[in-house]
């Protein structure tokens, strides 16, 4: 072998420190992990992955974090810091971002109404703190008022802190239930729409009366504005998830609104206690990461992104159209999840929503749609990677002629 061939052969070989050190049991020579970039541990391990045509669920995991927030976790990941410094310096930006008074990363909408209204109840008080969920004979206030069209199960969060969810439908009701026992006056701004009571009125009631007002907007980014209009508009917190449109940490959220309400709920979040918030931690990753996730949301182009979604769920659209005896929709949900939807409805009575989902997710690649009901399938693109809607939109032509034959 010449000198040349023999360099050659040795250049492909991995170095070899690096094969010495893989396993540090092996070796005593430095430790050198398997580059964890190298490893696809979805396939590794037998984890399917799809094209998200679906949306922002929870089940499919939310929905992918920008770079710039993978970047930022990785980054803060080298260092230590005080959690409470990060907590507090990330908290005054976000606070001055949506126009709240405080702001604080929480680990998702549902505990930002946990905490927010465990704020409440205690303020700064520790013992008041450590009795939470157990309210009887503390002298705290034990009941939340939301109307009746509002209580859905995500209100959980707030019998987490021990209160009762006390429901009404009309504002004499709503005057009635108020008594010395009413913590909270809570909004659900998805399902503004179908309750007697819209925003204004619910926050003037709330003045009136001297109780605090929250609101939960999860899922209702965009518009980007919403961000502020809640606390400008009053409402004492508002919480909203930061692994939906916002695309941060999908195990992070934002409780933002008065002073006294941050306060309070930090005392129940790590770093401190071991009281109804302490399995709610998010750690500087995910604070640094929804800080960037959110003002990268703020400052990028939206009506771009909005015409980037039209013309990919068109590309869907016009594909599924063109199978004979399935009809389409295009429309924009009024309230949450505001994004262009195809909807897909068909004739022929025997084919099921589920049968169209099980072939998209059976294929190669696994696609997700939702089933709306029965009969109707919704479609979204706004998870979903460039390039994706043409796959999606040759599958379900496939698919739907031959389930539509
Ligand atoms: C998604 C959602 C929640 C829960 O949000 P997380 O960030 O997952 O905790 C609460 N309320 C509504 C209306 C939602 O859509």
């Known amino acids: 072998m010449k000198r040349r061939d023999i360099l050659?052969?040795?250049?492909?070989?991995?170095?070899?420190?690096?094969?010495a050190g893989l396993y540090p049991f092996q070796s005593?020579?430095?430790?050198?992990?398997?580059?964890?970039?190298?490893?696809?541990?979805?396939k590794e391990l037998g984890i399917r992955t799809f094209i998200n045509a679906a949306g922002t669920y929870t089940f499919m995991t939310g929905s992918l974090m920008h770079d710039i927030v993978t970047d930022t976790i990785k980054t803060a990941s080298k260092e230590f810091c005080l959690l409470?410094?990060?907590?507090?310096?990330?908290?005054?930006?976000?606070?001055?971002?949506?126009?709240?008074?405080?702001?604080?990363?929480?680990?998702?909408?549902?505990?930002?109404?946990?905490?927010g209204l465990?704020?409440?109840?205690?303020?700064?008080d520790v013992n008041k703190v450590k009795a939470l969920p157990h309210l009887e004979g503390t002298g705290m206030k034990s009941e939340v008022i939301c109307q009746k069209a509002h209580d859905i199960d995500y209100n959980h969060a707030f019998m987490n802190t021990g209160c009762k969810i006390v429901t009404v439908e009309?504002?004499?009701?709503?005057?009635?239930?108020?008594?010395?026992?009413?913590?909270?006056?809570?909004?659900?701004?998805?399902?503004?729409?179908?309750?007697?009571?819209?925003?204004?009125?619910?926050v003037a009631l709330g003045k009136k009366h001297g109780i605090p007002t929250s609101n939960d907007i999860a899922a209702d980014v965009p518009?980007?504005?919403?961000?502020?209009?809640?606390?400008?508009?009053?409402?004492?917190?508002?919480?909203?998830?930061?692994?939906?449109?916002?695309?941060?940490?999908?195990?992070?959220?934002?409780?933002?609104?008065?002073?006294?309400?941050?306060?309070?709920?930090?005392?129940?979040?790590?770093?401190?206690?071991?009281n109804i918030g302490r399995g709610m931690k998010v750690n500087k990753e995910e604070v640094l990461g929804m800080y960037v996730a959110l003002e990268h949301y703020i400052n990028y182009d939206h009506d771009k992104e909005w015409k980037v979604w039209?013309?990919?769920?068109?590309?869907?659209?016009?594909?599924?159209?063109?199978?004979?005896?399935?009809?389409?929709?295009?429309f924009v949900p009024p309230l949450g999840n505001i994004t262009p939807t195809l909807e897909l409805?068909?004739?022929?009575?025997?084919?099921?929503?589920?049968?169209?989902?099980?072939?998209?997710?059976?294929?190669?690649?696994?696609?997700?749609?939702?089933?709306?009901?029965?009969?109707?399938?919704?479609?979204?693109?706004?998870?979903?990677?460039?390039?994706?809607?043409?796959?999606?939109?040759?599958?379900?032509?496939?698919?739907?002629?031959s389930l539509m034959a």
Do not use: C
């Open 8 to 19: 050659k052969k040795l250049s492909l070989l991995p170095l070899a420190g690096g094969v």
């Open 28 to 42: 005593k020579a430095s430790p050198v992990p398997i580059p964890p970039a190298s490893r696809d541990l979805f």
């Open 84 to 115: 409470d410094e990060a907590q507090d310096k990330v908290g005054a930006k976000i606070a001055a971002m949506t126009h709240a008074e405080a702001a604080v990363v929480t680990a998702g909408a549902f505990s930002g109404l946990t905490l």
């Open 118 to 124: 465990a704020g409440i109840l205690t303020g700064t």
């Open 170 to 202: 009309t504002v004499e009701e709503l005057e009635k239930a108020i008594n010395e026992k009413t913590a909270l006056m809570h909004f659900l701004n998805i399902n503004a729409d179908k309750g007697k009571i819209l925003h204004e009125e619910w």
């Open 223 to 274: 518009p980007v504005s919403n961000l502020w209009k809640f606390n400008d508009m009053g409402f004492d917190f508002v919480v909203i998830s930061g692994g939906k449109a916002m695309k941060g940490p999908q195990s992070a959220g934002l409780l933002m609104g008065k002073k006294y309400i941050i306060e309070g709920a930090r005392v129940h979040m790590p770093p401190r206690g071991f």
């Open 310 to 330: 039209e013309d990919n769920i068109a590309v869907i659209e016009k594909a599924a159209k063109s199978v004979n005896g399935v009809n389409t929709r295009i």
């Open 345 to 401: 409805t068909w004739s022929k009575e025997t084919v099921k929503a589920k049968d169209i989902q099980d072939k998209l997710r059976a294929g190669s690649p696994s696609i997700e749609v939702m089933n709306h009901d029965d009969k109707t399938i919704h479609i979204t693109v706004w998870v979903m990677k460039q390039g994706e809607e043409k796959i999606v939109a040759k599958r379900l032509k496939e698919e739907l002629t």
